[in-house]
């Protein structure tokens, strides 16, 4: 089985079903027709705003896990403290975005969302252990941290770009605006 028949998979995943209805019905209740919801989703900017603000997390972990190979433990407990406070705006903006997704995308969106929880969970050990002196506990938490992130990464980018959620979102507006057909 390769890669991608694995991510594919998780377009099956029913057992997402249940959970991404219900958050979607909450997160389309709490936005709907509201201003909010276009900044978060990114309408300003003409395509989503998660995948850019996920740089932060992944580059701020990435480099902590490199920096800890190199002995240099206060610099990526600093680098993990920055990811940390960067995962709450990066995952409501995601959430925005979930609303708007299909059955097939929801499953996939599930399934990346609780990678990332997890993920963000071992960074968090990982900085409270480091907090408390706790030895060579934290490198562990944070050494495992990126195998998880980068399989919500993996979801993530099978979200985008194999299933296309939130691919031409507004430019298909703005160009019958313009009097152009796609």
């Known amino acids: 089985m390769n890669m991608h028949s694995i991510l594919e998979s998780a377009e099956s995943a029913r057992i997402a079903d249940r959970p991404a209805d219900a958050i979607a019905r909450v997160v389309r209740r709490v936005l709907r027709a509201t201003r909010l919801s276009g900044l978060l989703r990114g309408s300003w900017l003409g395509h989503p705003v998660h995948p850019l603000l996920v740089a932060v997390p992944?580059?701020?972990?990435?480099?902590?896990?490199?920096?800890?190979?190199?002995?240099?433990?206060?610099?990526?407990?600093?680098?993990?403290?920055?990811?940390?406070?960067?995962?709450?705006?990066?995952?409501l903006v995601g959430l925005a975005d979930f609303a708007e997704l299909d059955t097939e995308q929801r499953r996939v969106a599930v399934l990346h969302a609780a990678a990332n929880v997890v993920s963000?969970?071992?960074?968090?050990?990982?900085?409270?252990?480091?907090r408390r002196g706790n030895g060579m506990a934290g490198p562990v938490w944070s050494?495992?941290?990126?195998?998880?992130?980068?399989?919500?990464?993996?979801?993530?980018?099978?979200l985008s770009y194999a299933q296309g959620a939130g691919v031409y979102r507004w430019q298909a507006v703005e160009d019958e605006a313009r009097g152009h057909s796609g």
């Open 120 to 130: 963000s969970g071992l960074f968090v050990g990982s900085y409270v252990s480091r």
């Open 58 to 91: 992944i580059g701020a972990w990435t480099s902590a896990a490199v920096l800890d190979c190199c002995g240099q433990r206060t610099a990526a407990r600093q680098l993990i403290a920055i990811g940390l406070a960067a995962t709450p705006p990066t995952a």
């Open 143 to 158: 050494g495992l941290g990126p195998l998880v992130l980068g399989a919500a990464g993996a979801l993530g980018g099978h």
